[in-house]
């Protein structure tokens, strides 16, 4: 009986999350076809499960965060996501011919240093680093996550995606909420 309902819930994710960057790869890679091809139930099943909630959020974010900057990053989730679940689920488009998914990783500290040449300096926004100095959790690896034509160096970029113990979330352009 649990096996089947264990088997019931996987088949009705559309993506199961692995804490590895191959998963956050592919994960794209499913959310950028079902896009494109206009599946908006996928799109909007793999977009929902990146949106972090109050207790994914704190995960990462550091502990001890002021109570004003997690309630204006609750609040740029809560009011900057569209509320249509058609315009969510092109969250994350990008130029159909952009199929080539790329993620690249930065710890809190690598981000706090932002030293030129680094993977932090190179594929991170400087946001990202005043994050890093005011309220992302020590010791955790970040990554952004690059759609891109075959063979180009730049495309679409999204943000500060993170593992929350259980899935991927992400915190995205949170440094335009924290004051």
Do not use: C
């Not at 740029?76 to 569209?82: D, E």
């Amino acid at each position: 009986m649990i096996a089947a309902l264990l088997l019931a819930l996987s088949l009705q994710q559309p993506h199961p999350h692995e804490n590895t960057p191959e998963n956050l790869k592919l994960l794209f890679e499913k959310l950028h076809k079902a896009i494109t091809a206009g599946d908006d139930k996928t799109a909007l099943a793999l977009t929902n499960s990146l949106i972090p909630d109050e207790a994914t959020l704190r995960k990462g974010l550091k502990d001890g965060i002021a109570p004003e900057a997690l309630a204006q990053a609750l609040e740029f989730f809560t009011k900057q996501l569209p509320g249509e679940d058609a315009k969510r689920a092109k969250l994350f488009r990008a130029d159909p011919a952009s199929t080539e998914v790329r993620t690249y990783a930065a710890t809190t500290e690598d981000l706090a240093k932002y030293e030129k040449g680094s993977t932090a300096f190179m594929q991170f926004p400087v946001g990202a680093k005043k994050l890093a100095e005011t309220v992302l959790r020590p010791g955790t690896t970040y990554h952004e996550v690059v759609l891109s034509k075959p063979g180009a160096e730049a495309g679409m970029k999204f943000h500060l995606f993170y593992w929350a113990g259980d899935r991927w979330a992400m915190l995205g352009p949170l440094w335009r909420a924290i004051k």
